[in-house]
């Protein structure tokens, strides 16, 4: 049974409200542990609010978790915590981060399985999304991706969280092969795509068809892609955005590298409404997070979907099976095999390694 950790998230939106939500369903008690990390206190108070039927189990640590059961580790004992519909607070924001803090340390060591986060803001910190904090605190290499994913469909952002006048100076051969390098690395082990194809976003209008809308298709992007895809990995493209989703030629990719925010999260949300979910590639870790933000203009009031948290939970449960999978197949490959011409006669040579050179 996977163990799911969860992060409360900002107590002032709609964060409990979709977890209780989600395990209102007794079958997600078939496929999965959840373990919440937060306060007691603040999950009934929510509960009585949106008058939810979800009973959960309070440990006082990882180690009294059960299956079949909601788990609820308490993070802060017997402390008040004021609940304040509506806004983000200095309160809210410490006590997300106390619960992603909890989440983390238990991740980190193998005490849970995956991360499932709930929305919150960061406004007192250096980190600007969850996904940066995230990364801080599992791993040393600064190198990740954000996608967006709802089914077949796999938006990931080359930058993130840039004013869009320093995008084009960000766009350079190197992030685009750190980036694109991940994500296939990604849809291979992760989502157990065999021999994914992605298709990159052209950064300037009319895919830069002339100078007049801008040179870096011409002397960034498509050397690099060409250069990318001759050393095994499947890029193509780049296209204009309204090619690629005007015309519903997404369907054809396993994955769609955007250059910037808006170019990857508009389409996306259309093509999407309120199912997303928000995977970070490139950690040691699995972590995920419904893609849609605090909604306080409805928090408290029982009107929020949680269909987005519960694509969120599916997605980090097949994502670390396929992970396991992937890396159990690939951990003792078969060497290839010699064989040396002599006196006619095959005699093959078992002492003769030769080097991996994929990516």
């Keep these: 049974m996977i163990r799911v950790g969860i992060s409360q998230g900002d107590i ?44 959960f189990v309070v440990r006082n640590s990882i180690e009294e978790v059960q299956d079949k059961s909601v788990n609820m580790v308490n993070c802060f004992g017997e402390e008040e915590i004021k609940v304040e519909y509506g806004t983000p607070t200095p ?39 969850q996904s940066e904090y995230i990364q801080k605190k599992t791993t040393e290499d600064k190198n990740s991706l954000t996608i967006m994913m709802a089914g ?41 795509i065999d021999n994914p194809r992605i298709a990159v976003l052209a950064l300037n209008p009319r895919n830069g068809e002339n100078e007049f809308t801008g040179t870096e ?57 309120d199912e997303g979910v928000n995977y970070t590639a490139g950690l040691p870790i699995v972590t995920t997070s419904p893609a849609h933000g605090n909604a306080y203009d409805i928090a408290g009031k029982g009107d929020a979907s949680e269909c987005a ?15 396991r999978r992937y890396d159990s197949t690939h951990a003792h490959p078969l060497r290839r095999q010699y064989y040396e011409k002599r006196d006619d006669s095959d005699k093959l040579k078992l002492d003769q390694d030769t080097e991996d050179t994929t990516l």
């Design 309 to 323: 948290f519960r694509n969120a939970i599916y997605t980090a449960i097949d994502a670390i099976r396929n992970r």
């Design 91 to 129: 309160v809210s924001e410490k006590a997300a981060l106390i619960s992603l803090d909890h989440a983390i340390d238990d991740l980190k060591e193998g005490k849970i399985d995956v991360l499932v986060t709930a929305p919150f803001n960061l406004t007192n910190l250096a980190e600007a999304t």
């Design 12 to 55: 002032n939106g709609i964060g409990y409200e979709i977890i209780l939500k989600t395990f209102e369903s007794e079958e997600m008690l078939e496929i999965c542990t959840p373990v919440i990390y937060g306060s007691p206190k603040v999950a009934t108070y929510h509960r009585k609010a949106i008058n939810s039927q979800t009973n």
């Design 217 to 273: 298709e011409k002397e960034i992007l498509k050397p690099t892609l060409e250069e990318l895809f001759n050393q095994g990995v499947r890029c193509f493209g780049p296209y204009a955005a309204d090619y690629i989703f005007g015309e519903n030629n997404y369907k054809h990719f396993d994955a769609i590298l955007a250059m910037y925010h808006d170019q990857g999260y508009t389409p996306f949300k259309a093509l999407t409404q």
């Design 152 to 192: 077949s469909l796999r938006i990931a952002l080359a930058t993130e969280n840039l004013p869009i006048n320093q995008v084009s100076a960000t766009i350079t051969k190197e992030l685009l092969t750190e980036k694109l390098v991940i994500l296939q690395n990604t849809l291979k082990r992760d989502f157990y």
